[in-house]
């Protein structure tokens, strides 16, 4: 196993803070075995937990107006799967890597998976890129992929996601993700029935070829890149298209993806009662898809949508099994730090889920006791739960502060002295 | 017939208009004729279309802080009638009428039909109450009608659909429609699995009981009067219900029930393809559900509904047959005055739709010509077709201008002499 | 003083509540002293701080569907007071209330500052009505009030804000609050200048009649009960008033009167940086004006408000005294219960606040260190301060659990017993 | 003068059109003329009316995802004004063109306004960019320009203004628009206090190096770049900018830059009547700054806000002088036939704004008559005043149909010959 950080540092970083974290532990521990809680069990769920990392996560993002890179980054996907291995060994929450293509294509697979083997990192879903133009391509997708009024466009980018299934197959992924900018910036400009029967054909081509044991994911985006209508541009949509296709098609949801207001973890909830629910983009947002970090603006909305998947978990629902992944735009932080306080902002808000007492919560629900509903979930997500995210990491072997851990190490320092810096790019456009 | 406005002032109103209007319907003609286009077969579908009136849109509508009534509000259904039949008189554009149960309950069912009859009034769809209390009902809809937790509560919301499926037989009627305030006004108030499990329940119910010849709409509504969540809170799980409960049973859309921003003539593209498209509550607004005047705030997207509703009407789409309905609130208007103007400008959004040169459309989608695709949809917007919806309602036997029609005939100051004042209501909520 | 719940109820309460509270408050002191934080310090902070609670909050609230009226709603002011001193005396976080005028007039104030008196309670800001009509009013409010385009109407909403004054005085209020619903439901019904200039011109006569010592709260809200627009729509125009208007005038803030997705804690920066910020109607909301229990939807963002107003304390902003009250409506809930605990969340916000680790935020904003201030605010915000709020609250001879004293107190059934119930009200507009 | 299409053609294409379009005039004519308004005055108000063209909006805009080029691309300014000459030529509504600096930036000045001279082009507002980092500049731009917390950087973006001010003297502009993307994307990032007192001190070293005659502008926008935060949100902050700047100091709107559902044509009677409207950045919107064609989407509400100007141009209002220009983002259309489109689509709602019966508006309005004024505005926005534009145009010397002109000249096919295409850009940015 490749250790990206030394584990001298590690070590030093973690010894000088177990003390304080046993005492934390132990402090919470007691005040929830008040509560009937047993905080090893917990943790244990804690530290079972993982959710991906997005390759292309580990890149400087950047918007329309401009990219602002910072030093280091990675030049490619071996580059990245270093990064990835960083987050991994610190976190101890992100055993898996989501891969992009074409970004992440490579002639020699088999190196590609050793080397994630080596950092001790998996393969999650493959995500297929038809919302740019790669260098050479024949058809443009100027104006759609699986929906252009071209058949032989619409065969292109139905080969690309056979593609990547074969991709995916030699790295071991299960499972493919497909999200497309399809769609019309101008009333008129398409028609809503048309397009759609165009991509419930393409999609149906693209579900024949997938192995019996993957999965295919696919996301609902209300708009960006197309700004009057998107061809699956919310749950409704994707619940049709997952019905269209088959067994083995679930519908993505990314947080940032609906309209202002909307009430996400309702969705999650009907998508998990329909036995649709296919995984999760997690990050936060304000305004659009700001892809902000996961946790960063609303976490208690965070925290509700792992009430709903708490709840199915313990109900134990029929077909409930989410791929639970980042997908996040790092413009101002570095991307590794970023993509750490990520992760551990997921596994907080299922501890805290955990944390709910779900018979007093339906006994309020039964008595409609609208205040003590509400104090319920309140009461656990006040928890402040660090000290159990903290001991699962230290247990597995990451860092009791991840980020301060990292900086310790110097990593980013010494991955800009290797990595060649390349020029912003992203910027002119208005 | 009984004519709520005297034909004398009737016609020497239409008559001082009459040439006017000949020489611009005229004029207009051949400018359509130019582009393609047979003024009179679009006058023939514009006189033959027709738009239901809520009963409960003749009063004067309020908000939770003040309800300021106007002079002559209707003391009950057959003062409603009354007013309707001035609007359908005036405007030959609103044949039906759309009670709401228990609000126009009456003992004589028969009575009732005879005046409709006598105003040449026909009823529209049925539409149930379960979101207030009526006066000595047994159980409260504080915390739900359909959804509740206590079972005889939803039982009592069920018979009350029954019920209101048995008056509609006696009147004529063929649908019911069923909208619920149903939800919860703090995360964990309510599970929203279980809520919608009991919904479907209840739904099966009033299914069952559903004449063969009868459809049943249900109607989305993202929030109001409940503040977190509402069970039916978007078009998906409109569809899911539609989908559960079988063949007779479609989605309504009401304009003002989305989350901000959303496309709605995407969404009525949707369930026109997936056959499930009921009709619709027509309105306007800005903010959220502030049930205005139709198309006072943004008639191009009146025009964009219309616009698929058209490509449907021509493609002959399987089974697409949505019923019209206006549903607004009037609180500084004339309700007559409001609704008279709002039926036109539903069958102005029709008439504007029927001019889109959809062959000429169908090639710029095609070749993904955005510019002129959007320019052939404004060319049929901007085209002022008032000439025509103006001769369609004076050969109808209707006025050319039936606001200032009406307020020649003083009709409103009659009725404010014949029915007394109450006291305004609505106040002291805040 | 008369006490609305029992001493011994209280008593017997906290006492089995105390030896855990002492050991979470111990336990807690020892966390924070290790990030240097005295916690006596900010338990003293947080005894200190109070919120005027709304005398209309105690009744249950409705919408325009329907109220649901619970048991022993108060019939007056005077009923009114006394559940405002069953929250003061539990939670001792409420020392004053704030009364609204008509709905509060009553012939005698010196009994009700006496009444008020005994309870514990001073007055808070006057709250002048115009957006509704009191039985017998000369001159309807229904087309606007202080923007009215007739000069008698004006005149007399000028004269009912006087009245408040008076009212005031007589109580030893310090301030009036003015909200107004004036605006329009449709485009063209209003000059939005002409009517921003009546409304400059009524005010600035309100304005004279201020005694020196007083305050007057300018209050802003994007739409309802006006639909399309309102005269106060913003901060931006609620900032030209003050400035209009003189240095006793502010603008206030209610959190549930923006659009969508703005940024609430900047404009709070903006007014405290401008010396205009006048003061807080708290409460919470997910779509509109949902007037829901404060920190019930989004406890994130009343902590970052509580942010800005800790950070101007801290920085002894001059001109900084803002006022603050709570103000919802109880659809679902006993009001009681609510406001207590929306009580708590207030103080809970501002107790967070007050643990950011101000020098180490200003540094990381120095160096550009996004992640790490970011984290900064997350800390502080992570912090269960509850055995901070009981312990102030205990000390202050107020309750542990005020809900579960309340409860335990019977005080509901009780007033359920002594005060007849009244009819809904509210529904039957739709 | 320089013709970009040939007269040969213009006139050709013309001839077919006039016939049909002198008919049309005069048809309207007379309508016009019975409702009181001579259709001469109209359109010569309309004749001399004009809008700025952007520079950059020749080129092909594009999102995070992805750009996808069209063919003939202008590679440099000289390149775009010829494009603009195109725009001009043929719509008689584009006589200036506004730069974007560094992005125009050439050595020789004198060959640039000679150039535009040479194509009847004058040179509206200098735009600063400090929103990306050029090539080779001392100091990034990733954490903010003019509020950077560095003085170094701010110092530099200042210089930047000044510079862009010096450029615009030699090219006869008079005017200076800033808009920054600074601002923050997490929660305590940034302090809003100090970046604004930052943002005032650098802005106050722009203007006083400000001309006697001419204007800055500055211009609010609610987010993007920044996704949590923005410098100048909303116009209430852009208010305060202009009013501490001083007279010479302006608040430019952008159609597309506000919260969800405000109310725009609010905003711009507000900064009339306070003397702060310095001009518009017109394009249209569904979702965020989508900056899509301007009145593509809602063209009621671009003619509410001409409604606003109209009425401030009757009024003679003081201080009232806006400058007019297209902000756009071309991304599947001919950034060519946009701007023509959306050249006249502003001064389509111009002309529909000059068609309302202002005097019958202002007795509507006194008289709360809120359906007649409403429909008042609805009267004139219905006029097809196509006739009116393309008369206009015709004498002139423009085109009647300038898309069906420009696309007969065959002016793309001619330059994407003579232009190199260069690659996409703007993607791998997720």
Redesign the interface.
Known sequence: MTEMISTSVLNAENASREP?LKR?YD?LGE?LS?RGIDIDAIKNKVAAYGVAVPS?GVGT????????PGPGEPRNIFNKLEDCGVIQQLTRATPTVSL?IP?DKVADLRALKEKATSLGLGFDAMNSNT???A?GQAH????GSLTH?DAATRRQAVEHNLDCIEIGKALGSKALTVWI?DG???????????A??RYLDSMKAVYAALPDDWRVFTEHK????A???TVV?????N??IAQELGPKAFCLVDLGH??????I???V??L???KKLGGFHFND????D????T???????LF?VF??LV?AETRAAEGFKPAHML?Q?H????PI??LM?SAMEVSRAYAQALLVDRRA??A?????D?????????AA????V?PILAMARLESGGAIAP?ATYRASGYRARVASERPAV????????
Chains 1, 2, 3, 4 share one sequence.
Do not use: C
Not at 140 to 143: D, E, G, L, Q
Not at 295 to 301: E, F, K, L, T, V
């Open positions: 304080a934390d402090s005040r008040g292309w993002g950047g918007t329309r107006f401009a990219r602002f992009h970004w919302f740019s133009d260098p443009s997708y100027k104006f009024t900018g019309s910036n101008f009333p008129g400009q398409s028609s809503f029935t048309r759609f029967e209300m708009y960006e890149p700004f009057y209508s541009q919310d749950w409704g949509t619940y049709l609906h309209a202002p207001n909307v009430n973890e309702m969705i909830a009907r998990i009662q329909f947002s304000k305004y659009g700001d892809d902000l970090d946790g960063s603006i609303d976490p208690y909305r509700l009430n709903e709840d997908d735009s413009n101002v932080t570095d730090e970023s306080t919560l339906e309020y629900q039964q008595d409609n609208a205040l003590m509903a509400s104090e319920t979930l309140k997500f006040r928890t402040d660090e980020v020029s912003g790019g992203g910027g002119g456009i208005v």
